[in-house]
């Protein structure tokens, strides 16, 4: 490979720009992909401390649709990730579902939703309270009006385990890696016609897929581009109870505390509003420790009364690649310019959104166009027209 002039330079080397790698080299005809990563040890990014869940209960159809290739693919990652000679990736799939509960004044959204992704072909089911009580007699239900529970294809993974399996079975199929910072997109016109590196060096690709995570905002701006992604800080707290929650699903508090089973112990945070959501430096790290005592202790401990006698353990913070015109990717080409596709903004869900997201990238380069799941909802128009595709349900 000309290492300078690449057919495709993807820029960030996590999840989405590995997904994308993995499925450009599985095309017929693989292009010459060079992957350019920053920190190649992958400690401040969003992939490594995420809580890597997988849903389909979204409210955006496209959303749930993405969702489902996203556990069809987990499903068959260690033959669609295979490198001969190594060992099986193991993504560790705990499909223990997402329980999506709401208050009297929730039930028509939750209710709104659930019709959007049965429609979808979600397998989700609206349970009353008193069956809420019957399958999960550890939860508080006397204050709910419904409960949305996901009965298959739902759960959590090992992000890393995702993450580098697909950049494995890529670099296995000829993509190469480079631990180099992208700091500027040259453009002349409607084209990047370079890509300017931390040490000076100019590459000269053909195509520039944007996998940067929260700093893709910086680089997208240096060729001229004003991408609505910021960096919003997110704390997780690990806690251990004796209560035991058999069956516990990824739970969704109507106040926007979620809590999941994690090893021995449990993985909890909350969803802040609008108004208490500030952008952040991406190298902010700090914890928000007041969190634990003040938001989410007194709603677990009311939610599931076994939790009064949690003991929180560690913690760690990491950013949300926030949309903050709706909470959704944006994914394909500016009209501006015609070699430079985005692929950011997850606002929260990149892990799973990455395996659908990479095979749709590969489709545009291979093809010009989307074709096994069609992305114009999730791409540039609305962000310009200021028409925001909102997705209700975030966690
Ligand atoms: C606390 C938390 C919980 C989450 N939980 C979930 C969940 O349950 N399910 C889910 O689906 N998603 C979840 N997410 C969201 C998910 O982690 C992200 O949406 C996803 O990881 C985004 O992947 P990415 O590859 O786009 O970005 P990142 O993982 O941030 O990676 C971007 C990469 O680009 C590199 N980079 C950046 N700038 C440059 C540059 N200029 N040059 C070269 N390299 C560069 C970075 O070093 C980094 O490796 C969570 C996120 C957080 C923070």
Not at 20 to 30: G, K, Q
Not at 81 to 90: H, I, K, R
Request: glycine share 10%; proline share 6%.
């Amino acid at each position: 490979m000309n290492m300078s002039r690449p057919d495709v330079l993807v820029i960030g080397g996590a999840v989405i720009g590995s997904a994308a790698a993995h499925f450009l080299c599985e095309m017929a005809r693989p292009p010459q992909v060079l992957v350019l990563e920053r920190d190649p040890t992958y400690t401040g990014c969003a992939t490594t401390r995420s809580l890597a869940s997988i849903r389909h209960q979204f409210s955006t159809p496209l959303n749930v649709a993405i969702s489902m290739f996203g556990t069809a693919f987990i499903r068959e990652a260690a033959q669609r990730l295979e490198v001969p000679g190594t060992p099986a990736v193991d993504l560790v799939f705990r499909e223990a579902g997402y329980l999506f509960l709401a208050s009297a004044a929730g039930r028509e959204q939750l209710e709104a939703n659930h019709a959007v992704q049965r429609a979808c072909g979600a397998d989700v089911a609206l349970l009353d309270p008193e069956a809420l009580r019957q399958r999960f007699p550890w939860l508080h239900v006397d204050d709910l009006a419904a409960g949305s529970l996901g009965l298959r294809g739902e759960g959590w993974i090992d992000a890393h385990a995702l993450m580098h399996g697909l950049r494995r079975r890529a670099a296995w199929r000829g993509a190469r890696w480079q631990h180099a910072e992208a700091v500027s997109l040259e453009r002349e016109g409607s084209r990047v016609v370079a890509v300017r590196l931390a040490d000076g060096t100019r590459l000269s690709p053909g195509l520039v897929i944007l996998a940067a995570g929260t700093r893709a905002a910086a680089l997208a701006a240096t060729a001229g581009i004003d991408l609505p992604v910021r960096a919003r800080r997110r704390c997780v707290f690990r806690f251990r109870s004796p209560e035991r929650a058999p069956g516990c699903p990824l739970v969704i508090d109507p106040s926007g505390v979620y809590v999941r089973p994690e090893g021995d112990g449990y993985l909890c945070g909350v969803a802040p509003g609008e108004h208490e959501d500030p952008d952040v430096a991406p190298d902010d790290f700090e914890v928000d420790h007041a969190l634990w005592e003040e938001r989410l202790w007194p709603v677990l401990a009311q939610r599931v009364p076994g939790f009064e006698a949690a003991r929180v353990g560690s913690s760690w913070a990491g950013h949300y690649d926030v949309n903050v015109l709706d909470h959704n990717a944006i994914v394909g080409l500016h009209p501006d310019v015609d070699n430079l596709l985005f692929a950011n903004g997850y606002s929260g869900h990149g892990v799973q959104q990455a395996p659908a997201v990479g095979r749709a990238l590969a489709e545009w380069v291979e093809h010009g166009g989307w074709r096994t799941l069609d992305f114009r909802p999730l791409g540039w128009s609305r962000v310009l027209r200021g028409e925001p595709l909102r997705e209700v349900n975030v966690v």
